[in-house]
């Protein structure tokens, strides 16, 4: 019994879709991704079409006091007293190209300032992260939190 070219060829499309590897979230800025310095962790994250960043870990999360380290660099005083620790860091992040993001900004909470910034996907487990003032960029490289 033979069977109709369409029901072959519809078969064989599953199969290659089937033996087809997934995409991995390693070809993705998506994840964890521990910082310069080992002094904390962010994780990025879609944020409607763009994607965003936050802090979900901190080497030292409180002060000398014991408390959580506040936002006490922000030029915002009204943002001063929220907690680094679940800080928006990274945001509005477009792809831009196989292995780049661009259009977003980095906010610094060391100066309480926000830059521009572009992320670049170096290999499946770093990623630099540049901050932007005009036409002078400092890149760190965050590798990826397993």
Known sequence: MAIPVRTAVLALSLSAAVAAPAPSQAADILGTWLTKGGKSHVTIEPCGERFCGKIVW???PNDAAGKP???KENSDEALRSRPILGLPLLTGFKKNGAREWDG???YNPEDG???RSELELKSDHELGVSG???FFCKEQLWTRVP
């Open 69 to 71: 380290k506040l936002d």
């Open 58 to 60: 901190m080497k030292e």
């Open 104 to 106: 977003g900004q980095i």
């Open 132 to 134: 932007c003032v005009l």
């Open 113 to 115: 300032k926000t830059y």
